[in-house]
């Protein structure tokens, strides 16, 4: 949908300033956290060993706040992501260091992501799409470098999952 709507922008002429960011760290801490709830043990879809960024939407704000203030950036497109890639099995890891959940993680291997997206997708086609998604994600390069974007905006923060494990609004 977020592409949709950039396409749109585009296409309409409308003066836009895209901002694509990395993964949201706070979304996928909700969602080990979540899957954590009975067993105390997150599940982990796929092998869990597949380095990914994570941004914080901490992060991903300050700079839509620099950007909307900066004619400068109209037209342009700009990536953000976090200062560290971590595959999901050391995101797990630092959610149980921090005392989040209480055992490692549980991992649901990708041949069962792929029965599941086969038939169970079949009748539900949004688990499908997650299963597709959680299989992209353990296997895609989804590593980030994030020195550009922060060697042009200067003042833009940088926040480590450790400063998002000890801070709960």
């Known amino acids: 949908m977020k592409h949709a709507a950039e396409q749109h922008a585009v296409t309409a002429g409308t003066p836009t300033t895209i901002v694509r960011s990395t993964a949201f760290l706070e979304l996928w801490i909700d969602i080990l956290s979540d899957t954590a709830k009975r067993s105390g043990r997150p599940v982990v879809f796929g092998r869990g060993e597949n380095p990914i960024n994570f941004v914080s939407a901490r992060d991903v704000a300050a700079l839509v706040d620099i950007v909307v203030g900066d004619p400068a950036t109209c037209g342009e497109t700009l990536d953000i992501g976090g200062p560290a890639n971590l595959t999901f099995n050391e995101l797990a890891a630092a ?20 029965v599941m997206a086969s038939t169970v997708g079949r009748l539900k086609p949004q688990l ?3 299963m597709g998604a959680a299989l992209a994600m353990d296997r895609i390069d989804m590593r980030f470098d994030s020195t550009a974007i922060h060697e042009r905006f200067r003042d833009l923060p940088t926040t480590s999952v450790a400063n ?6």
């Open 95 to 114: 959610l149980l260091d921090a005392g989040r959940v209480h055992g490692g993680p549980r991992h649901v291997p990708p041949l069962m992501l792929r």
């Open 164 to 169: 998002v494990l000890g801070v709960r609004c």
């Open 128 to 130: 499908a799409r997650q």
